[in-house]
């Protein structure tokens, strides 16, 4: 069973950083495309990170990039997301997914997700 697992959101003033978190497990999450998806109120789940199987290359959307950084700890098996110069449109839910090959619905960057954690708030006060 595979299970997804943030930590790491919480409320920070403008122009402060975050590390989110996500335990893996029942997967690998080296040998599958992972990424961070996040929602706004009122708004869709945005897609704006990914990192790929294997040597683990990133993409990012325009709206993060430059300020946020994800990576992978392989003998942890855990993803990071590391998010620096926050503005109050960066407030959301944050979401890690992972690549289903099989079933996932969602595509982003070339993979399919289809597994999801249960969402860390993250709230960046103006």
């Known amino acids: 069973q595979v299970q997804l697992v943030e930590s790491g959101g919480g409320s920070v003033p403008a122009g402060g950083s975050l590390r989110l978190s996500c335990a893996v497990s029942?997967?690998?999450?080296?040998?599958?495309?992972m990424g961070w998806f996040r929602q706004a109120p009122g708004k869709g789940r945005e897609p704006f990170a990914r990192?790929?199987?294997?040597?683990?290359?990133?993409l990012y959307a325009d709206s993060v990039k430059g300020r946020f950084t994800i990576s992978r700890d392989n003998a942890k098996n855990t993803l990071y997301l590391q998010m620096n110069s926050l503005n109050a449109e960066d407030t959301a839910m944050y979401y890690c997914?992972?690549?289903?090959?099989?079933?996932?619905?969602?595509?982003?960057?070339?993979?399919?997700?289809?597994?999801w954690g249960q969402g860390t708030q993250v709230t960046v006060s103006s």
């Open positions: 990192i790929s199987s294997g040597a683990g290359s990133t």
């Open positions: 029942g997967y690998t999450a080296s040998s599958n495309c």
């Open positions: 997914a992972a690549e289903d090959s099989k079933h996932g619905r969602i595509w982003y960057a070339g993979c399919a997700f289809g597994y």
